[in-house]
């Protein structure tokens, strides 16, 4: 017979919402977790490059551990504010409260005029391509092809326009050897890196008449986020950031070689048969730490194919409240939003940033840690943030679950309807219930080296 008790709905299964639902567990409370997707690794599986073979399968093994405890339902294909509004499963669900681990899925606008208008036509956004790169390997896979073209221009300036550049450089490489008959994959091209790869068969990006890809950023190389600072730092710490961040660069570049352009801001499109084919830069300077324009600066780069990387923003949720492109939250220790009483946002959904290294700064001192942008680590760095990610999710569920306890118990006949609501939406998505057998259902077609 259904007991009383608290039960929460958790949104998003991945890192935040996978670990939330694991210490709901461990306090002998339900919780419905809802995902988007069919598979409920987020990230891990779309955003996180491919040759992070051993990482992503050990990080999505956990998550399958905690997901499939009895205290956990999970239910695939349902996205809050398109399926179901906070509204409808407060007043008639009935949840003791939810949780938002929804993360950051939308590209930032790209920020010249018209852009959009060339989407798929000359012009990509970050996420769709590495979400495409990862399963373009897959005969399965049947979504809208993206074809990469060398000389490609990229906008960034986060470790995530880094792996951008190295996809594309894999990709183009790859493809340039297999014409001539030399059968290679994307692993062995990642970790030996291109120089390597060709030295090994005789031959230079110029023999495959290939020019590489180019990363152009805003402000200074010294500047890119690919290492952080304390706060408050000391005119050390900030020489010791900068040397990192150029010495990351140079090991990249020397493995992948890609051109970078520090100072460079895009203005405006080059448009040529209705197909973006280039963009227009104006230089950029740095005086006593402001960014400033140069004057009379501006220049054309034409190029077969455009790509944005500068970064991810959470979908805005109807009924929720919004500070820019973040939560309003009340209460910063356990993520409560404004206006609410029992809805908490974990992870990015407070920080509005799709940035891991920022959401990790944010992550010490609120809430667990979400993977929403995968940058150029090596495996032990995301390790560190996924172990991150497990000590603030105790703590921020703990805080959560003394806020549930000063509530009275869904009582059970009310517990039984809701489960009676979450069995129809699983079949309606058709899960049964069996959360490994769909999973494996699902799982792609994993990359194996030749």
Sequence with gaps: MTE???IVAVFGAAVAGSEAASKLSERGIRSVVFEQNALPYGKIESGLPKWHVKLRDREEAKIDEKLSHPLVQYVPGTKLGRDLS???LLENWGFSALLLATGAWQDRPFPVKNA????NSGFYYQNPLVAWFNRNHDPRFDEASISLEDGAIIVGGGLASIDVAKIIMIETVRTALADRKI????????KKGIVQTLAEVGLTMADLGLQGCTLFYRRQLTD?????????PSAHDVEVAQRVRRKIMENVQSKFPFRFEECRQAVDLIVENDRLQGLIFQKNKIENGRLLTVADSAYAVHAPLVISAIGSIPEPIEGLSYAGQSFEIDDPQSGRLRGHDNIFALGNAVTGRGNIKESQLHGRRVSEQVIDEFLAWQAEDYQEIFERATDNAARKIGMISVQLEKRPPVAAEKVERLMQKVTRLQEKKGYNGDYHHWIKKHLPVRLQPV
């Design 4 to 6: 009383a008790g608290h």
């Design 224 to 232: 890119m986020p690919l290492s952080t600072l304390p706060e408050n």
């Design 183 to 190: 059968m290679t994959d994307v692993l062995t091209l990642e």
């Design 116 to 119: 959009e208008k060339y989407l």
């Design 86 to 88: 906070c509204a409808d």
